[in-house]
């Protein structure tokens, strides 16, 4: 009989599973690290596309260099007509991170490069799939919606252009920092399970569409991007900042997942909710939802007080997508469209230093079973 195998690692907790130069996570100091930044010295600052900037060239770019890669971008926002095709035709209570996972993938047989995974045909297909994931959803959202397509504006920068083509109203400056520095909060974050995914996919060489279609299914899940979903919900079943203490003690006394709440890596705060608490108070009084605010900064402080875990990105992207009047069903795309930014970094550095990721597990089944012919069985 062969020997036995060591016991896996649940979850992969603490392996180290690849080399990174684009983002760290510091779970025991609470920091989250782009390029060496630290995202406190970003937020609020910088927009997304110069984020993307650093995550896929390394560096802040200059007036020309985030020009191009802004025009470029909004040059590319246009979907093949096939994959508007594909969105009309999706039935309509299907979620959108399906379709949204399988327009992308589809993407990939009309793509020029589609077969081609040098440096120069990733970068374009970077460049495309980005535009076009937020033009996926936003074009979704308008299709169900009965409402007319519309097309980017070369004069906005990115989260505008996105924001703009799914409400069909160009956002106000304090609307505009604030989706800004949401996309920007969630462009990368070490190996999350979708970024291994992307990682693992591309390792085997398939290309950066199937890539990232895998990174759409991975983070679909409640336990990863689909929480922000279940946040809005749980606060809508609360109701009233009065029912939150009697809501949380029910969950930790039936041992239920608060959603928003812990992390794998971070062991005190989750820097990018530190944030996002801070546009969300603001756009919640903004918008007259200020008691969303109030009885999330109350189950923060509950969860605090019972369970000793605090909130993760998930917790106040909830209501900072709420208050800015994104339809529920697409928070988890918002997410998607964001993170497609890191996963693109992370495949092309893959892609870089190449080679297949393929673990083995301890195999805990039997050996010398006999075989039985069908009718002896
Ligand atoms: N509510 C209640 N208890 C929790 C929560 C939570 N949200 N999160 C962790 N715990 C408890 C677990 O019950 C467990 O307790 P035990 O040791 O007494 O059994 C302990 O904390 C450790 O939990 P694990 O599941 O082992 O931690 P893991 O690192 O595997 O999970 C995860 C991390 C999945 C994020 C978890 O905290 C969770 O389920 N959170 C809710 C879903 C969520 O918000 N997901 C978004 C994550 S952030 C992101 O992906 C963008």
Same mark, same amino acid.
């Given at each position: 009989?062969?020997?036995?195998? +060591?016991?896996?690692?649940?979850?992969?907790?603490?392996?180290?599973?690849?080399?990174?130069?684009?983002?760290?996570?510091?779970?025991? +100091?609470?920091?989250?690290?782009?390029?060496?930044?630290?995202?406190?010295?970003?937020? /609020?600052?910088?927009?997304?596309?110069?984020?993307?900037?650093?995550?896929?060239?390394? =560096?802040?770019?200059? &007036?020309?260099?985030? #020009?191009?890669?802004?025009? $470029?971008?909004? $040059?590319?926002?246009?979907?093949?007509?096939?994959?508007?095709?594909?969105?009309?035709?999706?039935?309509?209570?299907?979620?959108?991170?399906?379709?949204?996972?399988?327009?992308?993938?589809?993407?990939?047989?009309?793509?020029?490069?589609?077969?081609?995974?040098?440096?120069?045909?990733?970068?374009?297909?970077?460049?495309?799939?980005?535009?076009?994931?937020?033009?996926?959803?936003?074009?979704?959202?308008?299709?169900?919606?009965?409402?007319?397509?519309?097309?980017?504006? /070369?004069?906005?920068?990115?989260?505008?252009?996105?924001?703009?083509?799914? %409400?069909?109203?160009?956002?106000?400056?304090?609307?505009?920092?604030?989706?800004?520095?949401?996309?920007?909060?969630?462009? #990368? *974050?070490?190996?999350?399970?979708?970024?291994?995914?992307?990682?693992?996919?591309?390792?085997?060489?398939?290309?950066?569409?199937?890539?990232?279609?895998?990174?759409?299914?991975?983070?679909?899940?409640?336990?990863?991007?689909?929480? +922000? %979903?279940?946040?809005?919900?749980?606060?809508?079943?609360?109701?009233?900042? =009065?029912?939150?203490?009697?809501?949380? #003690?029910?969950?930790?006394? +039936?041992? &239920?997942?608060?959603?928003?709440?812990? *992390?794998?890596?971070?062991?005190?705060?989750?820097?990018?909710?530190?944030?996002? %608490?801070?546009?969300?108070?603001?756009?919640?009084?903004?918008?007259?939802?200020?008691?969303?605010?109030?009885?999330?900064?109350?189950?923060?402080?509950?969860?605090?007080?019972?369970?000793?875990?605090?909130?993760?990105?998930?917790? @106040?992207?909830?209501?900072?997508?709420?208050?800015?009047?994104?339809?529920? =069903?697409?928070?988890?795309?918002?997410?998607?469209?964001?993170?497609?930014?890191?996963?693109?970094?992370?495949?092309?550095?893959?892609?870089?230093?190449?080679?297949?990721?393929?673990?083995?597990?301890?195999?805990?089944?039997?050996? #010398?079973?006999? @075989? *039985?012919?069908?009718?002896?069985?």
């Amino acid at each position: 009989m062969p020997e036995k195998r +060591n016991q896996p690692i649940r979850g992969l907790e603490g392996i180290v599973a690849a080399d990174t130069s684009l983002s760290f996570v510091d779970g025991q +100091n609470g920091k989250l690290y782009y390029r060496g930044y630290d995202i406190d010295e970003l937020a /609020g600052r910088i927009t997304f596309e110069e984020v993307v900037h650093i995550l896929w060239f390394g =560096e802040l770019p200059n &007036r020309k260099q985030l #020009d191009n890669l802004r025009s $470029s971008l909004v $040059s590319e926002m246009r979907l093949p007509g096939q994959v508007y095709d594909l969105l009309r035709l999706a039935p309509p209570n299907a979620n959108p991170m399906v379709i949204m996972r399988t327009a992308l993938s589809s993407m990939g047989m009309y793509d020029p490069d589609g077969g081609v995974n040098t440096e120069e045909a990733n970068m374009r297909k970077a460049r495309r799939i980005l535009a076009q994931v937020a033009t996926i959803v936003a074009s979704l959202h308008r299709i169900r919606s009965g409402l007319p397509l519309l097309s980017a504006d /070369g004069r906005m920068e990115f989260a505008e252009n996105f924001l703009y083509m799914l %409400r069909g109203r160009p956002p106000d400056e304090v609307e505009r920092k604030a989706f800004d520095t949401t996309l920007v909060l969630h462009a #990368d *974050h070490g190996l999350a399970a979708s970024t291994f995914a992307a990682r693992v996919t591309v390792s085997t060489l398939a290309g950066m569409h199937s890539a990232i279609s895998a990174a759409l299914a991975s983070l679909k899940g409640p336990l990863h991007g689909g929480a +922000n %979903r279940k946040v809005i919900e749980m606060l809508d079943e609360i109701g009233i900042p =009065e029912g939150v203490s009697a809501y949380i #003690d029910g969950m930790v006394a +039936n041992g &239920r997942r608060i959603m928003g709440f812990g *992390h794998r890596v971070y062991k005190t705060e989750d820097p990018r909710s530190r944030h996002l %608490r801070k546009y969300s108070e603001e756009l919640c009084n903004k918008a007259g939802l200020s008691h969303l605010f109030q009885i999330s900064h109350q189950i923060e402080e509950m969860v605090m007080m019972r369970k000793k875990i605090r909130p993760n990105v998930d917790f @106040y992207s909830a209501t900072v997508q709420e208050a800015l009047g994104i339809p529920r =069903e697409y928070f988890t795309c918002i997410f998607a469209v964001a993170r497609s930014a890191g996963w693109i970094a992370h495949v092309m550095e893959q892609f870089r230093d190449n080679r297949l990721i393929r673990p083995t597990s301890n195999y805990i089944g039997g050996f #010398d079973r006999k @075989y *039985h012919d069908i009718e002896e069985r």
